[in-house]
C-alpha cells in the first residue's frame, strides 16, 4: 500500500541553520501538508500546498518558513534560519482532494541546539 | 477558530473489553468532519474513523464507532473487543467543510494502552 515516506527521522541542527525536511508524497495526490507537534503540545497545521502553491497556511508559518515542490515527488520545508522553539516533530501528509483523506508521514523529529 | 480538547491524556483498557475516549470541540461552522486518528508507537498516524456533521447516523467502522452529539459538540470513540494492537495514542480532529479550507485541528490525544 503506496505511504507517504519521510527524511531523515531525526535532524539535529544549530541554532541559526537552515534546515531543509524532506517528504514523499503518494504518487497521485495532489495535496500537501507540513503539520508540527512540540512536545507535550497539540499537533499543528503549518501550511498546505496545492497547484505549486501555497493554499493555506497558518500564524505558526512566517518567513522563516518556506515550502517546495522541486520534482515530480518530493515536497520539501525549509526553515531558513531554526530557533530552539522549532525544535518539534514534522509530520507531512497528502491527499487525494482537498475533502480527501489526509495520509500522515512517520515524522522528522527536528532538534535545535 | 475551532477548538479541540481530548481531557483524557491517558487510559488503559483489559484485553477483549470496550473502551470509549472522550472528544468535544467548539465551532462556529455548521459544516464539518470529525476524525480519529490512531498513531501506533514509532509509526504513522493512521485514519480509523470520520463522521460528517449532517449526518445524524454515527459512524462505524468494524470494532470502531463513534458516538456523535452535535448539539453538545461531542464526539467520543469507542473500542470494542480491544486487541494489543490498539495500543497507540489516538487524536481527535476537526476540519471545516468551507470557510478554513483543509486544514485539520488537533486535539491533545489520548494514549490508550490494551492490556492482556
Known amino acids: 500500500e503506496p505511504e507517504v515516506t519521510q527524511t531523515p527521522s531525526h535532524q539535529v541542527t544549530q541554532m541559526g541553520q537552515e534546515v531543509i525536511l524532506r517528504c514523499v508524497p503518494i504518487s497521485n495526490h495532489l495535496y500537501f501538508y507540513w503539520y508540527r507537534q512540540i512536545l507535550g503540545q497539540k499537533v499543528e497545521f503549518l501550511v498546505s500546498?496545492?497547484?505549486?502553491?501555497?493554499?493555506?497556511k497558518s500564524e505558526i508559518f512566517d518567513d522563516q518558513f518556506s515550502v517546495e515542490r522541486p520534482d515530480g515527488s518530493n515536497f520539501t520545508l525549509k526553515i531558513r534560519s531554526t530557533k530552539l522553539e522549532d525544535s518539534a516533530m514534522y509530520f507531512c501528509?497528502?491527499?487525494?482532494?482537498?475533502?480527501?483523506?489526509?495520509?500522515f508521514g512517520p515524522g522528522t523529529r527536528l532538534t535545535v541546539l | 477558530a475551532q477548538t479541540v480538547t481530548q481531557s483524557q491524556p491517558e487510559m488503559s483498557v483489559q484485553e477483549a473489553e470496550t473502551v470509549t475516549l472522550s472528544c468535544t470541540y467548539d465551532t462556529s461552522e455548521n459544516n464539518y468532519y470529525l476524525f480519529w486518528y490512531k498513531q501506533p508507537p514509532s509509526r504513522q498516524m493512521i485514519l480509523v474513523i470520520r463522521q460528517e456533521a449532517y449526518k445524524q447516523q454515527n459512524a462505524t467502522e468494524n470494532r470502531f464507532s463513534v458516538n456523535f452529539q452535535k448539539a453538545a459538540k461531542s464526539f467520543s470513540l469507542k473500542i470494542s473487543d480491544s486487541q494489543l494492537g490498539d495500543t497507540a495514542m489516538y487524536f481527535c480532529?476537526?476540519?471545516?467543510?468551507?470557510?478554513?479550507?483543509?486544514?485539520?485541528?488537533f486535539g491533545e490525544g489520548t494514549q490508550l494502552t490494551v492490556n492482556p
Open positions: 501528509a497528502s491527499s487525494e482532494g482537498i475533502y480527501n483523506e489526509q495520509f
Open positions: 480532529a476537526f476540519r471545516a467543510q468551507e470557510t478554513s479550507g483543509s486544514r485539520l485541528t
Open positions: 500546498f496545492y497547484n505549486n502553491e501555497i493554499s493555506e
